[in-house]
């Protein structure tokens, strides 16, 4: 069973930027379509971005041109480059990994998932 563990959140100014990273184990992360989601107090878990097992990208297009994902299966983990951030975008981040090379953007599709790391953009 995968296990993923998050890294990176913390508090910024609107602004400013962050990387998260999320590192696996106990699976096959090269062969893993990975993403991230995030959650807002009161809100749903939403789709921020995903990556397949070669790198092609997706994102949702409140983050597109400001956030980046990327991966390094070397060290089997995945980052996302979070840059010019907003007060929206404050939330609890998630990765998540399939058991498939190809990514999706619902996050019923996802059958791993890691235990959040919280990100607050002051303004």
């Known amino acids: 069973q995968e296990q993923l563990v998050e890294s990176g959140g913390g508090l910024v100014q609107a602004g400013g930027s962050l990387r998260l990273s999320c590192t696996a184990s106990g699976g096959t992360f090269s062969s893993s379509a990975m993403g991230w989601f995030r959650q807002a107090p009161g809100k749903e878990r939403d789709f921020v971005a995903a990556?397949?097992?070669?790198?092609?990208?997706t994102y949702a297009d409140s983050v597109k041109g400001r956030f980046t994902i990327s991966r390094d299966n070397a060290k089997n983990t995945m980052y996302l480059q979070m840059n010019s951030l907003k007060s929206e975008d404050t939330a609890v981040y998630y990765c998540?990994?399939?058991?498939?090379?190809?990514?999706?953007?619902?996050?019923?599709?996802?059958?791993?998932w890691g235990q959040g790391t919280q990100v607050t953009v002051s303004s």
């Open positions: 998540a990994a399939r058991s498939s090379k190809y990514y999706r953007t619902d996050l019923n599709d996802y059958d791993y």
């Open positions: 990556i397949n097992w070669s790198g092609l990208s």
